[in-house]
Structures are given as C-alpha cells and as structure tokens.
C-alpha cells in the first residue's frame, strides 16, 4: 500500500513539475511574439515620425528597452522554473547524488537481469 502512495505522490509532483514548464514555454512564446510585433511598431515608428534611417532607429533604445525589461523577468521565471539557483546549495547536491546513485542501482539491475 505504501509503494502507491509513493507513486502517487511522485506522479503529482512530476505532473506540477510539467505545469511549470509548460507556464515557462508559454511566457517565453508570449514575450518572442510581442517583442517582435512592439519591436516592429516602434521601428516603423521611428523611422516615419522622425525620418531616420535604418541603422539610426536601430540605435534607439526604446527598440530593445521592453525586450531587456520583460527578458529579466523571463530569466527569472525559468530560474525559479528550472530550479538554476540552487546548483551551489548543499541540497542540490544532496540531490543530485541520491539522483546519480539511484541511476546507478538501476543500470546495475537492468545488467544483472541479462
């Protein structure tokens, strides 16, 4: 009985784990697709209202200003996503030893089956 309730309990956490990332992937696809569509508003903008030329609105920054603003807080969606702070902390490596010593045990019964 205890066995179903850890696999229960993995599969929620797995199952959160996969809405996570899917949230992330869809921020980011939201932030590609309005930055290219603001990005081509303003360029045209710039370019008509005060008659520069290409290379002189791509030196605006109110072209790259909404991409590094909103790029911050899609650098930090996919920290928290993708658990990136916590590589240096000693529960990470705890981790990831448990993670490589199981992979291990499985591969070293996967070979004693054969």
């Known amino acids: 009985m205890k066995v179903d309730f850890l696999e229960e309990e993995r599969y929620i956490l797995a199952k959160k784990k996969v ?5 992330f992937y869809t921020h980011l696809f939201w ?3 309005v930055n290219i569509f603001l990005s081509a508003v303003i360029l045209y903008g710039i ?4 008659q520069a030329t290409l290379s002189e609105a791509l030196g605006n920054f109110g072209l790259y200003s909404t991409w590094i603003f909103w790029g911050i807080g899609v650098f930090f969606h996919a920290v928290g996503t993708f658990n990136l702070g916590n590589i240096t902390s000693k529960k990470w490596e705890k981790e990831k030893i448990e993670e490589l010593m199981r992979k291990e045990e499985e591969k070293q019964k996967r070979i004693s089956k054969l």
């Open 19 to 23: 809405k996570k990332i899917k949230d």
């Open 31 to 33: 932030y590609v697709i």
């Open 47 to 50: 370019m008509n209202d005060e």
